[in-house]
């Protein structure tokens, strides 16, 4: 993970530090995915326990306090976090899972043992009578037990403790959890600050991925490292030329494919035809103008609707599907059917 602040956060970061001298004993950082928000909150994280901070508030990089975060190593900083999660690979600053070893396949939740595990660290001087900060990520992770445990900690904070907790979806969080939270919300970068940064890292075509990823630099860069543009550039020509032979062959080729990605694909193209048919305004696939406005002229908005919501339901099932390539099947001649019910 990188040990500085994106281009993008620095204002964000100036704002946030108009809270010294009178910091909330929990803060609850909220923005869409891919924009780095993790890797704000492990930077903030290493600030409040820096012992010379620099004179913005940014951690100085040389103390033993920051020679032991960068060493994941501070006996003054927890984190929680899934299982799925440990020991990942964080090169774009939002944590990326890492296969497991273990026969048993990790938890994708936070659970309640690993808040209750805070317990004794709560109650125990701080080894550098500073303060002890607990990030917590993403906090929407959180099972039901894990969140209702962690309330009372919320609730009666110990003395110097700072919670850190961070999340893609406010409204996914107890209430009476944000509630004892400052919210502080991280927004995209300018389309402009995305583009520069994603230059610098040497990526083609930046503004497709930009684009695509919904101006999340993060999210695009990642996006450009990975191995799927072949079967992206398949699946996508099969939704511009909808044809019944087309649909089986590609859900035979596509069946090893991730399926939450698949659907992320057909969510992002639905998305785009209904908008270019309501408003001529495509976000995703700027690319492919051509085919949106060809087929937005021959699917209603009713089939678009029932296609979105078939897609959300979808997603239920996406990470463990009785059969990858009967739900692919079922997807593609479903929306068949229905972009030939003519405007």
């Known amino acids: 993970m990188s040990r500085s602040l994106y281009p993008w956060q620095h204002q ?8 010294q001298g009178r910091w909330p004993h929990a803060i609850l950082l909220h923005g869409p995915e891919g924009i780095g928000k993790t890797q ?8 409040l326990l820096c012992e010379s901070p620099e004179p913005d508030g940014q951690a100085c990089g040389t103390c033993i306090s920051c020679g032991w975060f960068g ?46 595990s805070l317990s004794d660290f709560m109650t125990l001087s701080t080894h550098r ?18 969140a209702n445990a962690l309330l009372k900690s919320l609730e ?18 107890l209430p009476t959890m944000v509630s004892r939270c400052r919210q502080f919300a991280l927004t995209l970068p300018s389309s402009e600050q995305a583009m520069s940064w994603l230059l610098q890292q040497e990526i083609k075509h930046p ?7 919904g101006g999340a ?27 019944l032979d087309g649909a089986l062959k590609i859900a035979d080729k596509l069946q090893k494919t991730s399926i939450p990605l698949l ?7 639905l998305y785009d035809v209904f908008s270019y048919k309501l408003t001529g305004k495509i976000r995703y696939y700027p690319r492919y103008y051509k085919e949106i406005d060809v087929l937005a002229l021959s699917i209603t908005i009713p089939a678009l609707l029932t296609l979105l919501y078939s897609n959300m339901q979808r997603r239920a099932v996406a990470e463990h599907p009785l059969s990858a390539k009967l739900l692919i099947e079922e997807m593609l001649l479903d929306y068949i059917a229905l972009c030939k019910k003519r405007s």
């Open 129 to 146: 009578q500073g303060r002890r900060v607990i990030v917590i990520y993403p906090a929407d992770a959180m099972n039901v037990a894990a």
């Open 71 to 116: 060493q994941y190593s501070h006996p003054d900083f927890r984190r929680l976090r899934p299982e799925i999660l440990e020991d990942a690979v964080e090169s774009d600053g939002e944590d990326t899972a890492k296969t497991s070893k273990a026969t048993k396949a990790p938890s994708k939740e936070i659970v309640i043992n690993q808040v209750r």
């Open 263 to 269: 659907l992320s694909w057909m969510q992002r193209w």
């Open 40 to 47: 704000f909150a492990e930077w903030l994280a290493q600030s």
């Open 207 to 213: 503004d497709q991925f930009l684009a695509e990823q």
């Open 156 to 173: 009666e904070p110990g003395p110097n403790t700072v919670f850190i907790l961070v999340t893609c979806n406010v409204d996914s969080l």
């Open 12 to 19: 964000a970061w100036a704002q946030l530090q108009q809270m």
């Open 217 to 243: 630099p993060l999210a695009a860069y990642a996006a450009s490292q990975s191995e799927s543009h072949e079967q992206q550039h398949e699946f996508l020509l099969q939704l511009q030329r909808p044809d």
